[in-house]
């Protein structure tokens, strides 16, 4: 199972958008709505953002939004604030063993 | 305070054995699916194994099968992975990570170091 692909890096100033790709096969993004996603900062553990596409759990700013289209699944950042560099993470449940898989990742610089 | 605390992390010879462990608390242990997560230095995050809450079905990443076995002691609230035969390539941060949001992870450790090298 080949991780899910996402751009190394994305960049914006405070206040702008930036939006993380996701992109897989039909075989796990394209036919599940079962994408995650997940900040990490250096140096610290994963926190989820995003479950099934486009829920936010409790306490995540409303600032981030989920999206997909075919077998592309992406994360939106709006407001840009320098807390938010980090790193980002997608993840999918997929249809063969061993059904589970995590993105590339991508690194949000706040410039 | 939901929580999971791991351990049992440290260095190894390649070909060795180690054991990790990751303690919950705070929540329904015995009701959730665990993972195991890994992030090797420098580099992304890597889905490792699972195990359903009654500890019957279990998964790998085709890099771990038949080396690493994960399993779990529902009364002491305890995730383990047992690696063996273990490489310079499984060198990595292991987080325990519980799947208490639909199809994803809502809860970390802060992960255990595993480094293996001669």
């Known amino acids: 199972q080949s991780a899910l692909t996402q751009p190394p890096s994305v960049s914006g100033s405070p206040g702008q958008s930036v939006t993380i790709s996701c992109t897989g096969t039909?075989?796990?993004?394209?036919?599940?709505?079962?994408v995650s996603w997940y900040q990490q900062p250096p140096g610290t553990a994963p926190k989820l953002m995003i479950y099934?596409?486009?829920n936010r759990p409790s306490g995540v700013p409303d600032r981030f939004s989920g999206s997909k289209s075919g077998n592309t699944a992406s994360l939106t950042i709006s407001g840009l604030q320098a807390e938010d560099e980090a790193d980002y993470y997608c993840?999918?449940?997929?249809?063969?063993?061993?059904?589970?898989?995590f993105g590339t990742g991508t690194k949000v610089t706040v410039l | 305070e939901v929580q999971l605390v791991e351990s049992g992390g440290g260095l190894v010879q390649p070909g060795g054995s180690l054991r990790l462990s990751c303690a919950a608390s705070?929540?329904?242990?015995?009701?959730?699916?665990m993972h195991w997560v890994r992030q090797a230095p420098g580099k992304g995050l890597v889905w490792v194994s699972v195990?359903?809450?009654?500890?019957?079905?279990?998964n790998y990443a085709d890099s771990v099968k038949g080396r690493f076995t994960i399993s779990r002691d529902n009364a002491k609230n305890t995730l383990y992975l047992q690696m063996n035969s273990l490489r310079a390539e499984d060198t990595a941060v292991y987080f325990c990570?519980?799947?208490?949001?639909?199809?994803?992870?809502?809860?970390w450790g802060q992960g255990t170091m595993v480094t293996v090298s001669s």
């Open positions: 990570t519980r799947a208490g949001a639909p199809y994803a992870f809502d809860i």
């Open positions: 705070g929540f329904t242990f015995s009701s959730q699916w």
């Open positions: 195990i359903k809450p009654d500890g019957s079905t279990t």
């Open positions: 039909s075989s796990d993004v394209g036919s599940y709505n079962r």
């Open positions: 099934e596409v486009t």
């Open positions: 993840f999918s449940y997929t249809s063969s063993s061993p059904f589970n898989v």
